[in-house]
């Protein structure tokens, strides 16, 4: 998500949160004749706002598509408001909590429902203000000239208060001339490509049906290698065998070739909090007790510095620094051959924490930078990527997420060494499959699995 698309969330949630403040205590005015709260009512309005953050993250009020249905947004709120007032009532029947103005609680929601109401009609045109005005947008380009093109580019010229912004349309052979797509900047499909990396175009809206299985697969293979978004207007005379996740366009049918969860604010939100904490955590306790050790193992065993440092792919194909315990001697081919068995560059001590994985420790540090997760695909040399982006079909893909200290491809056997290409193929279909399923319950449970993987002990980990 763009940095404007993360203030549009913060703007709406911090808005949610200040009108139930508000209601809570204008009800407590009411009821009490006072907006001083005693101990009592500051716990209730603690655990007002808590539960909140909890049910809209449960009903994603803040994930909104380019094009969003009104009476969505309001049958949302309605199911966030009934939940919150249930979680309100089971809570304070749990823990016995007695003394509240029931009134008082019936009159907040009605008061913030309303509030909450109004204020969603007042942000959602101000966003659309907003991007008339030429922020907030997305670049788009629209492929094919026929009917269902038609309908999108009329779409995408009705109003910029869905921000995207249409650059260029291209056709195929010869653009059709019974569909009137004047004012539009037209190109022969044989630009595509180039136009889309000189343009940095985001989008990619797809609308000549599946019939031209050569254009469709090679657009495919070039937005999954660009990292960018495919978006396909079906006619649905046939069916694409992949993940896909519709919208609407209007009345128009838009399909996603992949679902990415972590393309949700709030469960990038989650990630990242999880991330730091857990980083924090390991490198508050545990990093202070085994870097002496290791550091000390390591300078005496070898010549060098204890850290090693070397230049990995990471999100959105971006280069950063990354961190390891010094595992081999000094050596000219470290940013150019991967380990192998019996590799004669690594030390003793390397043999050790390789096979543990305490090599990788200093990851947690990439962590807390933001480089890197704790569960993600593993960041690859940039050789590498370069070499296999070239021989794998899909394999930018992985580089839509954050690299990770553990990933599924490594818990399920797919660590170490990949001597053929099927075997790097395997490990990015595993990477691609985590990306469309990922949850923080499937974090937890990855995390578990290499610890117990540390524990009983690899044969891919040398």
């Known amino acids: 998500m763009r940095n404007t698309d993360r203030k549009m969330w913060f703007f709406l949630g911090s808005g949610d949160i200040l009108l139930l403040n508000f ?37 994603s009020l803040y994930t909104f598509s380019r094009v969003e249905h009104v009476e969505h947004i309001v049958y949302n709120i309605i199911k966030a408001e009934l939940t919150h007032a249930l979680i309100i009532t089971a809570l304070l029947f749990s823990l016995q909590k007695t003394g509240f103005e029931r009134g008082l609680i019936l009159l907040t929601y009605v008061i913030d429902f309303l509030l909450i109401i109004l204020w969603r009609f007042i942000a959602l045109s101000f966003i659309k203000r907003y991007r008339i005005s030429g922020y907030n947008y997305r670049r788009v380009v629209l492929v094919g000239t026929g009917s269902i093109s038609h309908q999108m580019y009329k779409f995408l010229q009705s109003s910029q208060s869905h921000g995207l912004k249409l650059l260029s349309v291209f056709y195929y052979k010869k ?95 989650y990630k990242r909090i999880f991330d730091i904490l857990f980083s924090l955590i390991v490198i508050l306790l545990v990093f202070p007790i085994i870097f002496p050790i290791i550091a000390l193992i390591i300078k005496l065993s070898s010549k060098g510095p204890v850290f090693f440092k070397q230049t990995r792919s990471g999100v959105n194909n971006q280069d950063f620094v990354c961190y390891k315990f010094r595992s081999m001697s000094v050596n000219k081919d470290a940013d150019n051959l991967q380990a192998i068995k019996n590799d004669m560059r690594i030390t003793t001590i390397g043999k050790f924490i390789r096979k543990t994985n305490i090599d990788e420790f200093p990851q947690f540090l990439n962590v807390l930078f933001g480089d890197m997760s704790i569960v993600g695909p593993r960041p690859h040399m940039v050789k590498h990527t370069d070499e296999y982006s070239k021989l794998i ?33 395997n490990r990015v279909e595993y990477d691609i499959w985590y990306l469309e399923n990922w949850s923080l ?6 995390i578990f699995l290499t610890v117990w993987n540390m524990i009983k002990g690899q044969k891919e980990a040398f």
């Open 175 to 269: 653009a059709k001339e019974n569909y009137d797509f004047s004012g539009a900047d037209l190109k022969n499909i044989s630009e595509l490509e180039q136009f889309c990396i000189d343009n940095k175009i985001d989008e990619i809206y797809y609308a000549m049906g599946m019939k031209e299985d050569n254009i469709i697969h090679d657009l495919i293979s070039f937005s999954d290698k660009n990292m960018i978004r495919l978006r396909v207007l079906p006619d649905f005379s046939s069916f694409l065998f992949r993940k896909i996740h519709v919208n609407f366009y209007g009345s128009m049918p838009v399909i996603t070739l992949r679902d990415e969860p972590l393309q949700d604010e709030m469960n990038r939100m």
């Open 441 to 446: 319950l499937l974090d937890v449970k990855l």
């Open 393 to 425: 079909e899909d394999y930018m893909v992985r580089q839509l997420v954050k690299p990770g200290i553990t990933g599924a491809a490594q818990v399920y056997g797919f660590r170490g060494e990949t001597r053929t290409t099927e075997d790097m193929r």
């Open 23 to 59: 209601a809570f205590i204008l009800s407590h005015l009411y009821f009490k004749d006072s907006i001083s709260l005693n101990d009592h009512y500051i716990f209730l309005l603690l655990v007002f706002n808590l539960s909140w953050i909890l049910v809209s993250s449960m009903f």
